[in-house]
């Protein structure tokens, strides 16, 4: 997917600190403190690092999965989780950081959504399932993550059983393939939807000739296989997945008895996690409470 400009990362590092700053400064009162303590992990023989922050009383866990591009650990997104009663283990990409390992992605040559490389990605996050299930077995644990890893969590979670419920940020439902031809056909062109139609993007996604050659990672065959709860929370502004054709196959998937729920913001784009609307990560925290928590 489109790297996001160092900029536009400072900015919503910059509005999750507001968002946390807001929240503690509302509700000091109803919070425990949150312990936070450095650990480290293997997987796939590479030593990765990150933090667990824990809550006193934690009603469900959480490991948080990167998007693409070279991300370390989300402390101040996992700061604000924990002060909602998860517990989160958040953790440096592998090559980012305090990891070990080589990060894959455009801008160093490589292809970071090569099956080989999300399917590695996967056994990373469910690496830290493992350490944080062993550190806080009481709770339901979860995966959460932002654009890319809609696919890598597919992946986890048909592996891995410990893993109970979803929730994915502006992720894709179609191939990786289908992905990069929306995302080449939009060109980062913010007025992309003032000129084109949904009937435009579909046709184009169906017929346009792959740029590049690579076996396709397709998430619904995995999401298939699953029964877990999960939430996607989409914009409808996005120019790199086609967010009514994902929700179009949730749909399919809902009528097919899957728990799998979204939400659709018509004023936000790709980044509903940070943007100044904080309502979808509120939903998301709501939806935790409601579907997955344990009530201690």
């Not at 062993?134 to 592996?159: C, D, H, M, Y």
């Amino acid at each position: 997917m489109i790297q996001i400009k160092f900029t536009k990362i400072a900015k919503s590092i910059l509005i999750v600190f507001l968002f946390v700053t807001q929240f503690y400064q509302g509700n000091a009162q109803s919070f425990d403190p949150i312990k936070s303590e450095e650990i480290t992990f293997v997987s796939e023989g590479v030593t990765l690092a990150g933090t667990i922050y824990s809550p006193k009383k934690p009603h469900s866990s959480l490991v948080i999965v990167h998007g693409s591009g070279q991300e370390p650990r989300m402390d101040e997104f996992a700061k604000l989780l924990a002060s909602n009663g998860i517990c989160v283990l958040t953790y440096d990409k592998r090559g980012v950081g305090k990891s070990g390992g080589i990060y894959a992605g455009p801008e160093v040559g490589t292809n970071n959504i090569d099956s080989n490389n999300l399917n590695l990605l996967a056994n990373d996050a469910n690496a830290a399932v493992k350490l944080l299930q062993r550190r806080n077995k009481n709770t339901p644990i979860g995966l959460l993550g932002f654009s890319q890893a809609g696919w890598i969590i597919s992946i986890a979670a048909s592996k891995n059983p410990l893993i109970e419920f979803m929730i994915l940020f502006s992720c894709p439902t179609i191939t990786t393939l289908e992905q990069l031809r929306f995302q080449f056909y939009t060109d980062g062109r913010t007025d992309f939807w003032k000129t084109h139609t949904e009937e435009d993007a579909r046709e184009h996604i169906k017929n346009d000739p792959d740029k590049y050659q690579f076996t396709a990672t397709d998430p619904k065959i995995l999401l298939n296989r699953l029964s877990i709860p999960g939430l996607w929370l989409f914009g409808e502004k996005d120019i790199q997945i086609p967010v009514k054709l994902c929700i179009e196959q949730l749909n399919a998937f809902k009528a097919n008895g899957k728990p799998f729920e979204y939400s659709l913001f018509p004023s936000l784009g790709h980044n509903t996690a940070f943007s100044e609307n904080t309502t979808p990560v509120e939903i998301a925290l709501e939806w935790i409470k409601q579907k997955v928590a344990v009530k201690n």
